[in-house]
Each structure stands twice: as C-alpha cells, then as structure tokens.
T-cell receptor
Framework: EPEVTQTPSHQVTQMGQEVILRCVPISNHLYFYWYRQILGQKVEFLVS????????KSEIFDDQFSVERPDGSNFTLKIRSTKLEDSAMYFCASSKHGTAQVEQYFGPGTRLTVT | AQKVTQAQTEISVVEKEDVTLDCVYE???????LFWYKQPPSGELVFLIR??????QNEISGRYSWNFQKSTSSFNFTITASQVVDSAVYFCALRDSGSARQLTFGSGTQLTVLP
C-alpha cells in the first residue's frame, strides 16, 4: 500500500540554524500539506500546496517558513532560522484532490528539536 | 471559523470494556466533513473514518462505530471490547468548504487500555 514517507525521523538543530524537512507524498496525489504538533498539543495546519503554489496557509506559516517541490517526488518544508518554539513533530500529508471530502494521508512525522 | 472540541483529555479502561470518545464541532458551513485519526505511541497519524454532513447514518467497522448527530454537532467514536492495542491518542478533525484544504483538529483524547 502506498504511503507518505518523511526524512529524517528526528532532527536536532541549534537555534538560528536552517532546517529542511523532507517528504515524499503518495505518487498519484496532487495536494500536499504540512502540519505540526507541539508536544502534547493538537495537530495544527501550516500550509497546503498544489501545482507548485501555496494554496492555503495558516498564521503560523510566517516568513520563516517556505515550501518547495524541488522535483517530481519530494516536497520540502524549510525553516530559515529556527527558534526554540519551532520544536515540534512535523507531519507531511497528501491527498488526491483538494476538496473537503477527500481524506489526507499522513506521513510518520519528523521530530524537530531546537536547542 | 471552525472548531473541534474533545473534552476528554484522557480515558483509561480495562481490556474488553466499551469506550466512547466524544467530539463536538462548530462550523458555519452546511457542507462539511468529519474525520477521526488514531495516533499510536509510534507517532504517526492513521486515518480511521470520514463522514460528510449530508449523511447522518451511523457507521460500524468491526469493533469501531461512529455516531454522527447534527442536532448536537457531535461525532462520537465508540470502541467495543477494547484491546490493549487500541491504546493511542485519538483525534477528531473537521474540514468545511470554507477552508477546504486544511483539517482542523481537536486536542485529542489519550486512550489507555489496561490488560
């Protein structure tokens, strides 16, 4: 069964450093998403991406964040200058379509620890 | 704006007991979709079910059942004859046509099934 994959599973970085989190969505899916979950809290939407453009983003997704589809398979989230409060689990998700009824399939997550 | 409330932070049951996880949602849209996801200790998010606002029929899948009631804006999840492997955090989520691409999650319910 196809699945979303994410690398690395755990990333430790120092405050102020740039990090890139990588995701490979399910191959026939067209919409891609990033969510984050601060430890013990709810999962929060960051951004959705379609046709090489951001289609929606939340207030959390400020200028420190960017997303890219550098090739036909990868989808990346970059945090330019990490802060302590960026420590969280970051989930990538994908869906076949962008309509509300279509389920999103999540990857296993990347745990980001900023020290 | 949409909102999902899971008032039960933690529930503990003994194996073979039935347990119901509550979910109450808010949305101004008449068309919306509700989801349940499971997050086991390994951390990934596993899709369980989707319901749309037009269909209030309850659904059963093995030991899992879902009770959707528009009159009370609730979408509750029952596990019958619980097992230790059911131990996880369970998230209820909502998508409406206003924000068709982003899932709004509740804060989750930590279910512990004791042997």
């Amino acid at each position: 069964e196809p699945e979303v994959t994410q690398t690395p599973s755990h990333q430790v970085t120092q405050m102020g450093q740039e990090v890139i989190l990588r995701c490979v969505p399910i191959s026939n899916h067209l919409y891609f998403y990033w969510y984050r979950q601060i430890l013990g809290q709810k999962v929060e939407f960051l951004v959705s991406f379609y046709n090489n453009e951001i289609s929606e983003k939340s207030e959390i997704f400020d200028d420190q964040f960017s997303v890219e589809r550098p090739d036909g398979s990868n989808f990346t989230l970059k945090i330019r200058s990490t802060k302590l409060e960026d420590s969280a689990m970051y989930f990538c998700a994908s869906s076949k379509h962008g309509t509300a009824q279509v389920e999103q399939y999540f990857g296993p997550g990347t745990r980001l620890t900023v020290t | 704006a949409q909102k999902v409330t899971q008032a039960q932070t933690e529930i503990s049951v003994v194996e073979k007991e039935d347990v119901t996880l509550d979910c109450v949602y808010e949305t101004r849209d008449t068309t919306y979709y509700l989801f349940w996801y499971k997050q086991p200790p390994s951390g990934e998010l596993v899709f369980l079910i989707r319901r749309n606002s037009f269909d209030e029929q309850n659904e059963i899948s093995g030991r899992y059942s879902w009770n959707f009631q528009k009159s009370t804006s609730s979408f509750n999840f029952t596990i019958t004859a619980s097992q230790v492997v059911d131990s996880a955090v369970y998230f209820c989520a909502l998508r409406d046509s206003g924000s068709a691409r982003q899932l709004t999650f509740g804060s989750g319910t930590q279910l512990t099934v004791l042997p």
